[in-house]
Nanobody, 129 residues
Framework: PLYVKESGGGSVQAGGSLRLTCTIT????????IGWFRQPSGKEREGLAA????????FYVDSVKGRFTISLGDTKNTVYLQMNQLQPDDTAMYFC??????????????????????WGQGAQVTVSS
């Protein structure tokens, strides 16, 4: 089995930064895409960014472009989400997930929770004004 675990959440003031880490264990790299999602309290889970471990290609939703950066660690079993210019609206539980997304248009499913097979427990991010 494959496991993913988030770390690095916490509390920060508006305008601040946090870096989340997703650690993948038991991976055979067949689940080639790692995505970051968030779910504010009482709202639906939304995709933020994803990275393809086969070629390091990245995907971002418009709302986080220019503020969030997704990247791979050296072993490709660690994925980071650097979050800058955080605002209170960014307060949510943040999840990473692993999925097998292949083909030239993998990014069409990159923000879709149903496309991912393995999920972590989440890390809380709280941004105060």
């Amino acid at each position: 089995p494959l496991y993913v675990k988030e770390s690095g959440g916490g509390s920060v003031q508006a305008g601040g930064s946090l870096r989340l880490t997703c650690t993948i264990t038991g991976s055979t790299l067949s689940d080639n895409v790692i995505g970051w999602f968030r779910q504010p309290s009482g709202k639906e889970r939304e995709g933020l960014a994803a990275i393809n471990r086969d070629d390091d290609a990245t995907f971002y939703v418009d709302s986080v472009k220019g503020r969030f950066t997704i990247s791979l660690g050296d072993t490709k079993n660690t994925v980071y989400l650097q979050m800058n210019q955080l605002q209170p609206d960014d307060t949510a539980m943040y999840f990473c997930a692993a999925g097998a997304l292949y083909g030239g248009r993998w990014y069409g499913l990159a923000a879709a929770p149903h496309a991912y097979n393995f999920w972590g427990q989440g890390a809380q991010v709280t941004v105060s004004s």
